[in-house]
């Protein structure tokens, strides 16, 4: 991460530490305070917390950074309202507020709380969360306040990346403007509970990318994220909260996500023999992950050339568009559904479920029910299982176009796309007939292998023999369903 950390960049982003004292102590109690100069370490050493300037940068700023890596800020408090010297103190009131003051006592930062205690203690925990508690309750669910809850750009083992909607909080990564200045940069990384829910990566209010659901394995677009040695993970899913989370499986491995200033989102792993952190996984990963590159009705696939095909009974918008590789109007279906009684499904393997804020689900239907609720509303356009683990259970119903599929070689999932009946027999007798031994041109109908083959186009050409030019069908992984 270019901003706080620096993995690839790690002597550009020094931080430069005026003369610290450490407290013995990992906490500070009311009335007592933290100066410029002065730190507190959590209690198995892990972690500091004081001043520090990013970068270039002379501002001074509140942060927690880890112990062996200085330059790894992980939180910061005055985030957008830096001191310009080292007058700065950070302040814990006898009604448990931690306030940064400078020289003239102007209240720079300040937690935020909407509760007071008697006897509040801010202390450092070695898991890197700063929790302002009642000294004598140990309970973090009693917590007045913690850093946890306001992440910056990274994301630590045992915090929640989501909404608590009891509590009124949205935990998302915000990237540094740059490595000099921490202030918000342009993207958020944040969970999208509009339909069911996923996170998505934005760059201002523009849609980057996006995890895709979570489908009781891993989300959707991670076919990646795999039970592993080092971290586990998951994601809760309930009335009050939303959140995905990971722990550390052995405690001596230090393992972060990071959104950077770029808008990659990465999982570092520290080494300690080259005293660095290594890139353990990252995300966007290639082309296909960018949101929507094959518009609507589109199926981004990294091994074909060119990336975007139609799904199946779709064809291009604007065929011309399409040749030229401007796929952002996508395609459109061949065949209108019938509606009435007349469509069916179209099953399409290991692809990433597409775009879900507007979709509708239920938790305890199954596949079937699924489909017989889809089929009975004309706007519904597909459907698949929530959750996949096991024999798969739950419901997911999208409305309108399909947007941001993608095609995986593993790890994938299954959806139904509804489909105009005559569409489906159609697709069907010609996928028989290209599966078959026998090369005699398909019996049925030319119109549908022009409208297959996209005219006859050149990009569908496999190659010329004796009676013509073969042909190539985009008819991948489907069934009726
Ligand atoms: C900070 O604490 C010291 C004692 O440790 C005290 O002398 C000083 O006045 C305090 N500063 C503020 C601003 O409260
Ligand atoms: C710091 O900011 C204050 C208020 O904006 C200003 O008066 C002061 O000159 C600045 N000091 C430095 C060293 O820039
Ligand atoms: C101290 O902070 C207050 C409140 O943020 C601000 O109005 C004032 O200009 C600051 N003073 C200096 C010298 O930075
Ligand atoms: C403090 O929190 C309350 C309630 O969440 C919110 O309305 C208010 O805007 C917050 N104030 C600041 C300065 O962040
Ligand atoms: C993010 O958006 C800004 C403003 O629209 C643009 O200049 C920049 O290139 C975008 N960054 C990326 C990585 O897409
Ligand atoms: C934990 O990691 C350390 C250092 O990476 C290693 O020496 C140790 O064997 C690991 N422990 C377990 C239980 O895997
Ligand atoms: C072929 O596709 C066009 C749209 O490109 C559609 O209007 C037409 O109905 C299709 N014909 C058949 C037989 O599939
Ligand atoms: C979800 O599905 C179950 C089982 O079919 C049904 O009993 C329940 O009413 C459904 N809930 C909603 C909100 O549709
Ligand atoms: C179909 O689903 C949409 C989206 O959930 C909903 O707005 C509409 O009322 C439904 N129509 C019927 C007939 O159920
Ligand atoms: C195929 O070609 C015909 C005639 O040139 C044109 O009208 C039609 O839009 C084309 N369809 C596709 C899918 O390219």
């Keep these: ?248 499986l052995n405690s001596s491995v230090r393992q972060m996500l990071v959104l950077n200033d770029n808008g990659i989102s990465q999982r570092l792993t520290w080494v300690d023999r080259t005293h660095d952190w290594r890139l353990y996984a990252s995300g966007p990963t290639d082309e296909c992950d960018t949101y929507a590159l094959c518009g609507g009705n589109g199926n981004c696939n990294m091994a074909s050339s060119p990336k975007c095909v139609c799904l199946t009974g779709f064809v291009p918008k604007y065929p011309s568009d399409w040749e030229s590789m401007d796929w952002l109007n996508g395609c459109v279906r061949r065949m209108e559904l019938n509606c009435q009684g007349g469509d069916k499904f179209l099953k399409f393997t290991n692809v990433k479920l597409p775009d879900t804020r507007l979709s509708w689900f239920n938790k305890s239907m199954n596949l079937q029910e699924c489909k017989q609720t889809c089929l009975r509303n004309c706007s519904c356009t597909a459907y698949s299982n929530l959750d996949i683990s096991g024999r798969g259970s739950g419901c997911l119903l999208w409305f309108g176009e399909l947007m941001d599929i993608r095609q995986f070689d593993e790890n994938g999932q299954d959806i139904y796309v509804r489909m105009a009946a005559s569409e489906v027999g159609k697709i069907l007798a010609f996928s028989r007939q290209s599966h078959s031994e026998d090369l005699e041109l398909p019996l049925f109908d030319i119109i549908t292998i022009v409208n297959a083959t996209n005219n006859f186009s050149d990009n569908n050409k496999l190659g010329e023999g004796g009676f013509g030019a073969v042909y190539k069908v985009t008819i991948v992984n489907f069934l009726e369903l």
Excluded at 108 to 130: C, G, H, I, K, M
Aim: charged fraction near 15%; glycine fraction near 8%; charge should be negative.
């Design 1 to 248: 991460m270019e901003s706080c950390l620096p993995i690839l960049l790690h002597s550009l982003c020094f931080v430069s530490l005026v003369l610290q004292i450490s407290y013995a102590s990992d906490s500070i109690s009311a009335g007592q305070n933290i100066t410029d100069g002065q730190t507190i370490v959590s209690a198995g050493g892990n972690f500091q917390l004081g001043f520090f300037s990013p970068g270039n940068s002379k501002n001074r700023y509140v942060g927690i950074w880890y112990k062996i890596s200085a330059g790894t800020v992980v939180w910061i408090a005055n985030q957008e309202n830096p001191l310009n010297d080292s007058s700065g103190v950070l302040k814990l009131t006898p009604q448990g507020v931690l306030t940064l003051l400078n020289h003239t006592d102007g209240i720079v930062w300040f937690s935020n709380v909407s509760r007071s205690t008697q006897n509040p203690l801010a202390q450092l925990l070695d898991s890197v969360n700063f929790v302002v508690r009642e000294a004598n309750d140990n309970d973090l669910d009693d917590a007045i306040w913690q850093s946890f809850d306001h992440p910056c750009n990274s994301l630590l083992a045992g915090m929640k990346f989501g909404i608590d909607r009891a509590k009124g909080l949205d935990r998302y990564l915000t990237s540094w403007k740059s490595v000099d200045d921490p202030s918000p940069g342009d993207f958020t990384y944040k969970l999208d509970s509009s339909g069911y829910p996923q996170l998505i990566l934005r760059n201002g209010s523009v849609v980057q990318f996006r995890s895709g659901p979570w489908n009781g394995l891993r989300f959707s677009g991670f076919p990646q994220l795999k039970p592993n040695p080092v971290y586990s993970f998951g994601f809760v899913f309930n009335q009050n909260e939303i959140y995905y989370y990971f722990n550390i």
